[in-house]
């Protein structure tokens, strides 16, 4: 049923292959959700003209329009809220939340990043990972905490690094896996029963559809 769905809010700032991705996810039922805005700090993102043209609502609000991060974000949370947002989504959104964004949606909120965290967090994820030369690497998705690149994690998928590996070759193998990850985290948080322990996301059994509540 359309209403019992949960809400997705998705934050970009640029190309958005795990926005649309995520999109796809819910109109295939792949996970209980619908999005119901699609929000870009930049004006430029190809993601919010897909989105646009898909259907979606969407906002552009940029930050160089606030004085202050807080102010951007309290511009964000209050779209959110009127667009019915239960769960953020930050999706190559290149922003860091300020503590008041962060607490309006208390463990609500998720992030992807290439890399397997807590290894090489920031910018320039695949490369910090060639440079270091490392054989393995990945993508993790996390709830979002007031630091960066930091809270406890929901998902990851690892990929073996070739020997001759691009950055350019890796960031387009791991875009795949990334994808995955997140339509996995989206639908292990939002069919299963969890907590968090410590920097633990503990899963419970998954609720059978008869005992799901309405
Ligand atoms: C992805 O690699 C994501 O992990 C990182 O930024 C990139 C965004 O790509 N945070 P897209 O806009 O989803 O295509």
Redesign the pocket.
């Known amino acids: 049923m359309e209403s019992s769905k949960a809400v997705l809010g998705v934050l ?1 700032s ?6 649309k991705s995520i999109v796809e996810a819910c109109e295939s039922d792949d996970i209980p959700a619908r999005v119901g805005i699609v929000i870009s700090n930049r004006g430029d993102a190809p ?1 919010i003209g897909w989105a646009a043209g898909h259907g979606l609502d969407t906002a552009v609000i940029s930050h160089r329009d606030f004085e202050s991060r807080e102010a951007h974000d309290r511009a964000v949370v209050g779209k959110l809220r009127a667009a019915g947002v239960d769960w953020v989504c930050l ?2 959104y290149m922003r860091l939340l300020s503590a008041e964004f962060v607490q309006a949606f208390p463990r609500r909120i998720l992030n ?3 890399a397997l965290l807590p290894a090489f967090p920031g910018l320039d994820a695949q490369q910090q990972a060639l440079d270091y030369g490392v054989r393995v690497t990945g ?1 993790t998705v996390h709830l979002v905490d007031e630091k960066l690149d930091h809270g406890p994690i929901v998902a990851q998928r690892s990929l073996k690094i070739r020997d001759d590996e691009s950055v350019e070759g890796l960031k387009s193998r791991l ?1 795949i896996e ?1 994808h995955r990850c997140y339509v996995e985290a989206l639908s292990r948080i939002l069919e299963e029963q969890w907590d968090v322990q410590g920097r633990r996301v503990i899963f419970e059994k998954r609720i059978s559809a008869a005992r799901r509540p309405h």
Do not use: D, L, V, W
């Open positions: 970009i640029g190309r958005g292959s795990n926005m993601g999706a190559g992807i990043h290439p993508c875009i990334e």
